[in-house]
């Protein structure tokens, strides 16, 4: 089992450009969500989705949108990137909700200039 | 609301030293916390998960317990290793179901 794998691993942009975040997992898990991590302001969410079909905002989703394009795949995509959206990406996953243990892939690192 | 916190934020000790590393709540009503290691420049890796209705979990040399009366949870490695060195992150979920987590403690194992 991989777990959860995320594309790309590291990526550039420039102010204004768009790009789209891959995350997959192959548990079976029913709930996946998006991070952010920054230094000193820890670990965000921006977006999440319970269950295949739903999706909803977390703290963070201003500048984002999200797509669960099936069970295994939830994509982050930012439409005009910014450089305050430099940052580490994380996309994790659960069984079932917060609830159940959540499970980490390897991040993507972003950075706008 | 659910308010996590970790102190202190960096851990220095010497190999084969045991140590603790502790992780506070505000809500003593809670369902469960997770504990998790993070690499630099890695992912987060979960070590344990903790029901509310659990007083402890081990895995190998790690032993996590809960107390939600104290609004606290410690993470107690034992014989610690370089190899241990990492961010340890806790997190518990809110009311509202998403995980909130602690700012984390840095811990450096010195050979």
């Known amino acids: 089992n991989a777990g959860v794998t995320q594309t790309p691993k590291f990526q550039v942009l420039k102010t204004g450009q768009s790009m789209t975040l891959q995350c997959a997992q192959d548990m079976n898990h029913n709930s996946m969500y998006w991070y952010r991590q920054d230094p000193g302001m820890g670990l965000r969410l921006i977006y999440y989705s319970a269950s295949e079909g739903t999706t909803d905002k977390g703290e963070v989703p201003n500048g984002y949108n999200v797509s669960r394009l099936n069970k295994r795949e939830f994509s982050l995509r930012l439409e005009s990137a910014a450089p305050s959206q430099t940052s580490v990406y994380f996309c994790?996953?659960?069984?079932?909700?917060?609830?159940?243990?959540?499970?980490f892939g390897p991040g993507t690192r972003l950075t706008v200039l | 609301k659910q308010e996590v916190t970790q102190i202190p934020a960096a851990l220095s000790v010497p190999e084969g030293e045991n140590l603790v590393l502790n992780c506070s709540f505000t809500d003593s009503a809670i369902y469960n916390l997770q504990w998790f290691r993070q690499d630099p420049g890695k992912g987060l890796t979960s070590l344990l998960l903790i029901q509310s209705s659990q007083r402890e979990q081990t895995s190998g040399r790690l032993n996590a317990s809960l107390d939600k009366s104290s609004g606290r949870s410690t993470l107690y490695i034992a014989a610690s290793q370089p190899g241990d060195s990492a961010t340890y992150l806790c997190a518990a979920p809110s009311n509202t179901g998403k995980l909130i987590f602690g700012q984390g403690t840095t811990l450096q194992v010195k050979p």
């Open positions: 994790a996953s659960s069984r079932a909700g917060a609830y159940n243990e959540q499970f």
